[in-house]
């Protein structure tokens, strides 16, 4: 199985901004964690990172036909991007959002989630491990 791992924007700034929210591992960390973890699942994982919204949609767009889930934490388009939205919609993959803090209980405008309609699950607050928990829900539904 092949599946596509999507950070938004800041998320390369993991270790550096809010540490008190999103922990002192670095972006690299995540990276490293989620490819031992699918390695040890047999899974071929894609690490992908951008900080610009047309970006994801691209990366999104030609998951189809390679991909059969994706792993996607929209970052701060989570709140704003209809495009990312649309995106999820149109490949038609199986995808998990994924938040390393618990949004729910955030700011307001944390609360809308345009990418969760496209979504069969959300994960929120369970820190790095949200991605490893997103990868078995795709392995467990792709069976």
């Known amino acids: 199985m092949k599946i596509l791992v ?9 270790g550096i901004r809010e540490p008190d929210i999103y922990g002192k591992n670095t972006y690299n ?8 973890y699918a390695d040890k699942k047999g899974v071929e994982v894609k690490l992908f990172q ?28 989570t709140h704003t991007s209809v495009a990312i939205l649309d995106a999820v919609k149109s490949v038609g993959i199986p995808t998990v959002e994924v938040h390393i803090s618990a ?12 990418v969760r309609k ?11 491990d949200g ?8 392995t467990q539904n792709g069976k």
């Not at 999507?6 to 993991?14: K, R, S, T, V, W």
């Not at 951008?50 to 388009?77: C, K, R």
């Not at 949004?103 to 345009?114: G, W, Y």
């Open 131 to 138: 991605y490893l928990r997103a990868i078995d829900t795709l």
């Open 118 to 128: 496209a979504c069969i699950k959300t994960i929120t607050g369970l820190g790095f």
């Open 29 to 36: 960390d995540l990276c490293e964690l989620i490819t031992d």
């Open 6 to 14: 999507i950070n938004g924007p800041n998320l390369n700034m993991l």
């Open 103 to 114: 949004v729910e209980t955030r700011e307001d405008f944390r609360q809308v989630s345009f």
């Open 50 to 77: 951008s900080n610009h919204e047309g970006a994801l949609v691209d990366e999104i767009q030609a998951a189809y036909g390679n991909f059969a889930g994706i792993v996607i934490n929209p970052a701060a388009y």
